[in-house]
C-alpha cells in the first residue's frame, strides 16, 4: 500500500462546475499538506499549504485536512478550462527532513 | 518572488557525455532539492542540502553528483547516463527543510527535460 493514495483520473468536468480532489494516507505523522498544480511539461506550482487539521481558503481554492480519517482535499469553484492541469497532494513529516511524499496526481480537464 | 530558476530548459546528451544542471532562487531559503520526474509520476526526490551541506541522498547512482556552492545555486552533475534516465529534472528551495516550527513548504523550479541519446 502506498504511503499517500490519490485517484489518477483524468477527471473531466464543464466550465464553471466545483471539482474535489482529494488525497488518502496512512502514516499519522505527517503535518504539513500541500496541493501543486503542474501544467504539461512544466514544474509544480504551489497552491496551497496547510498546517495539521483545517481550512484554508485562497480565491476559487480551498483546501481542507481532516487529520482523523488521514483525508486531504482540494476544492475548486467555477473552475476554468485555465485550471486543466495534473494536481498533486504531498505532505511531510517534521522528522523527515523535507521529504516530501506525493500522491500519483490526478490529471483535470475543464471543458468550455 | 517564489522564483527559481533552472538552466538550460532542454538537454540532448550522448551517454559518454558530462554536463551539469544549474539551479538558482534569491528567497533566501537555505534548503535546496533535486528531484527526477518520468511522465505521468510524481516527483522522487534525488538530493537535499540544507546550509549548503548534502543532508539527504536517496541512494542515487554516482553518475549523478550534486554540488552545492553557495546558499543560492545547486548544481547537477552528469556523467555517463543511461537512456533511462532520460527525465524531467526539477529543481525546488524551501525557506528551511521541514522541522517542528517550520513547514518546509517546497517551490519548484520548471525543470529541465533531459534525453540521453
Known amino acids: 500500500q502506498k504511503e499517500v493514495e490519490q485517484d489518477p483520473g483524468p477527471l473531466s468536468v464543464p466550465e464553471g462546475a466545483i471539482v474535489s480532489l482529494n488525497c488518502t494516507y496512512s502514516n499519522s505523522a505527517f503535518q504539513y499538506f500541500m496541493w501543486y498544480r503542474q501544467y504539461s511539461r512544466k514544474g509544480p506550482e504551489l497552491l496551497m499549504y496547510t498546517y495539521s487539521s483545517g481550512n484554508k481558503e485562497d480565491g476559487r481554492f480551498t483546501a481542507q485536512v481532516d487529520k482523523s480519517s488521514k483525508y486531504i482535499s482540494l476544492f475548486i469553484r467555477d473552475s476554468q478550462p485555465s485550471d486543466s492541469a495534473t494536481y498533486l497532494c504531498?505532505?511531510?513529516?517534521?522528522?523527515?527532513?523535507?521529504?516530501?511524499?506525493f500522491g500519483q496526481g490526478t490529471e483535470l480537464s475543464v471543458k468550455p | 518572488d517564489t522564483e527559481v530558476t533552472q538552466t538550460p530548459k532542454h538537454l540532448v546528451m550522448g551517454m559518454t557525455n558530462k554536463k551539469s544542471l544549474k539551479c538558482e532562487q534569491h528567497?533566501?531559503?537555505?534548503?535546496m532539492y533535486w528531484y527526477k520526474q518520468k511522465a505521468k509520476k510524481p516527483p522522487e526526490l534525488m538530493f537535499v542540502y540544507s546550509y549548503e551541506k548534502l543532508s539527504i541522498n536517496e541512494s542515487v547512482p554516482s553518475r549523478f553528483s550534486p554540488e552545492c556552492p553557495n546558499s543560492s545555486l545547486l548544481n547537477l552533475h552528469l556523467h555517463a547516463l543511461q537512456p533511462e534516465d532520460s527525465a524531467l529534472y526539477l529543481c525546488a528551495s524551501s525557506q528551511d527543510q521541514a522541522w517542528a516550527s517550520v513547514s518546509g513548504e517546497q517551490y519548484f523550479g520548471p525543470g529541465t527535460r533531459l534525453t540521453v541519446t
Open positions: 528567497m533566501g531559503h537555505r534548503a
Open positions: 504531498a505532505m511531510n513529516t517534521y522528522n523527515q527532513g523535507g521529504k516530501l511524499i
